[in-house]
């Protein structure tokens, strides 16, 4: 390795020039190669006529449906094929991924997608820059165990980010639904109907909360776009991930599903709500004396000994020094 080093310091310049070349190339190879793509790729619009066609060609009664739009991008080709058949465990693996996209607010559609992309990117990006780092240096293991403990972090990192995107915003709602859901039994109340209660109550919360108001718009949308009042009480729970609006929207459920009084349930909710909250507080208060105990014995203390023995430390220091030199 060291003679191959030699032998290209002394061809080529030192080991700092030739790395300055290589970057300059695969900058210029990727410029190049990006403008290629964009000037001869086809155009999306003929490319889903063309696609229509065949399909037109190929369908029959017993199995025409819709016509999704394919996502045929950069990023598509590395996620993979959506069209690719899967087994049960991996099928039930990205269900559970687009629900905790859903939770975290990311709805688009494109957002599965996104996040295999980035983690995919994540995992040979962190290796790779640490190689071109050290790429003049020898190979050795302790190198390798470097990358595949990079390659592994790059892995984890984006399902970390998420988890705390995740509960960061549920957070959020928890927190401002108690005043929503006051909002929303004042609302029934005065004699709005539950699909304008939850639009009303989403003009109102947005400042405080606006992701509980786009949750509250987005079952309005749903039950305006003939979706059973069920379902997207159901779907709202699942988005949020939150057991307070899961609770909230099973006691909806369950009076729109027997006719009970709404405002009732509503007021006797909000104040088990009000109560829950209380408690919550009155825990977290209580949590506070156990937390400050390991500050104060670490950092208050020493220096409240510090303050009151020291002037009598330094008085005894004095006084015994001269008595044990003499």
Request: hydrophobic letters at 45%.
């Given at each position: 390795?060291?003679?191959?080093?030699?032998?290209?310091?002394?061809?080529?310049?030192?080991?700092?020039?030739?790395?300055?070349?290589?970057?300059?190339?695969?900058?210029?190879?990727?410029?190049?190669?990006?403008?290629?793509?964009?000037?001869?790729?086809?155009?999306?619009?003929?490319?889903?006529?063309?696609?229509?066609?065949?399909?037109?060609?190929?369908?029959?009664?017993?199995?025409?449906?819709?016509?999704?739009?394919?996502?045929?991008?950069?990023?598509?080709?590395?996620?993979?094929?959506?069209?690719?058949?899967?087994?049960?465990?991996?099928?039930?693996?990205?269900?559970?991924?687009?629900?905790?996209?859903?939770?975290?607010?990311?709805?688009?559609?494109?957002?599965?997608?996104?996040?295999?992309?980035?983690?995919?990117?994540?995992?040979?990006?962190?290796?790779?820059?640490?190689?071109?780092?050290s790429m003049f240096f020898r190979l050795?293991?302790?190198?390798?165990?470097?990358?595949l403990v990079l390659a592994a972090l790059?892995?984890?990192?984006?399902?970390?980010?998420?988890?705390?995107?995740?509960?960061?915003?549920?957070?959020?709602?928890?927190?401002?639904?108690?005043?929503?859901?006051?909002?929303?039994?004042?609302?029934?109340?005065?004699?709005?109907?539950?699909?304008?209660?939850?639009?009303?109550?989403?003009?109102?919360?947005?400042?405080?909360?606006?992701?509980?108001?786009?949750?509250?718009?987005?079952?309005?949308?749903?039950?305006?776009?003939?979706?059973?009042?069920?379902?997207?009480?159901?779907?709202?729970?699942?988005?949020?991930?939150?057991?307070?609006?899961?609770?909230?929207?099973?006691?909806?459920?369950?009076?729109?599903?027997?006719?009970?009084?709404?405002?009732?349930?509503?007021?006797?909710?909000?104040?088990?709500?009000?109560?829950?909250?209380?408690?919550?507080?009155?825990?977290?208060?209580?949590?506070?004396?156990?937390?400050?105990?390991?500050?104060?014995?670490?950092?208050?203390?020493?220096?409240?000994?510090?303050?009151?023995?020291?002037?009598?430390?330094?008085?005894?220091?004095?006084?015994?020094?001269?008595?044990?030199?003499?």
């Amino acid at each position: 390795m060291n003679n191959l080093f030699t032998i290209i310091e002394n061809n080529l310049g030192s080991p700092e020039v030739l790395l300055i070349q290589i970057l300059v190339f695969c900058s210029v190879a990727l410029t190049i190669g990006g403008v290629t793509f964009l000037l001869l790729r086809r155009n999306p619009a003929s490319k889903r006529l063309s696609k229509l066609v065949e399909e037109k060609k190929q369908v029959t009664p017993e199995s025409s449906r819709l016509i999704e739009k394919e996502d045929t991008g950069f990023i598509a080709k590395i996620a993979g094929s959506k069209k690719k058949t899967l087994s049960p465990s991996e099928a039930e693996g990205r269900r559970k991924m687009r629900i905790q996209l859903l939770q975290a607010g990311f709805t688009s559609k494109k957002s599965y997608r996104n996040y295999l992309a980035i983690r995919i990117v994540t995992t040979i990006l962190l290796p790779v820059l640490f190689l071109v780092r050290s790429m003049f240096f020898r190979l050795t293991p302790e190198i390798l165990v470097i990358c595949l403990v990079l390659a592994a972090l790059g892995y984890l990192l984006p399902g970390l980010f998420l988890k705390m995107l995740i509960q960061s915003r549920q957070k959020r709602i928890s927190r401002a639904l108690p005043d929503a859901l006051d909002l929303m039994v004042i609302c029934v109340e005065a004699g709005l109907g539950l699909d304008m209660t939850f639009k009303r109550v989403g003009d109102e919360i947005r400042p405080i909360s606006p992701d509980l108001s786009n949750e509250f718009y987005m079952v309005n949308r749903e039950v305006r776009a003939g979706r059973p009042r069920t379902e997207s009480f159901k779907n709202l729970g699942l988005r949020t991930g939150v057991d307070e609006v899961q609770n909230l929207m099973a006691l909806l459920t369950q009076t729109s599903r027997f006719g009970t009084s709404m405002a009732k349930a509503l007021r006797v909710h909000a104040n088990a709500m009000r109560v829950k909250r209380r408690q919550l507080a009155e825990e977290r208060a209580g949590k506070a004396a156990v937390k400050l105990t390991l500050p104060l014995i670490f950092c208050i203390f020493p220096a409240i000994m510090v303050v009151l023995a020291g002037p009598a430390a330094l008085r005894i220091m004095s006084s015994i020094m001269p008595s044990m030199g003499g």
